[in-house]
């Protein structure tokens, strides 16, 4: 399984980006996705995640309104528009993928290299 996540970069604060996570090996349709976030000394966290058919979705509290998850099941690929980014949203972001759509990363059992997102005051 491989989770290949690009999009990266450096915004303005206010500014957006689009990440980008192409999946092989698996059955991608078939399989819960989502997004982690690891910023510098601090503990991964939850970002969001979607059903295998894109019908349902959670967010953390701290992106609600900003950032948007989606997935196209044709392409083996998950995205996230993230928009009105700011400074605390600097991070690495992971996609991951599981069998249950939950906030828990114990639950998610590949993990991909990760892409930096660094937003600027």
């Known amino acids: 399984v491989q989770l290949q996540a690009s999009g990266g970069g450096l915004v303005q604060a206010g500014g957006s980006l689009r990440l980008s996570c192409a999946a092989s090996?698996?059955?991608?349709?078939?399989?819960?996705m989502a997004w982690f976030r690891q910023a510098p000394g601090k503990e991964r966290e939850f970002v969001t995640a979607?059903?295998?058919?894109?019908?349902?979705?959670d967010y953390a509290d701290s992106v609600k309104g900003r950032f948007t998850i989606s997935r196209d099941n044709a392409k083996n690929t998950m995205y996230l528009q993230m928009n009105s980014l700011k400074p605390e949203d600097t991070a690495v972001y992971y996609c991951?993928?599981?069998?249950?759509?939950?906030?828990?990363?114990?639950?998610?059992?590949?993990w991909g290299q990760g892409t930096l997102v660094t937003v600027s005051s």
């Open positions: 979607i059903s295998r058919r894109g019908g349902s979705t």
């Open positions: 090996g698996l059955a991608f349709g078939s399989r819960v």
């Open positions: 991951t993928t599981g069998r249950s759509l939950t906030q828990s990363d114990s639950a998610y059992d590949y």
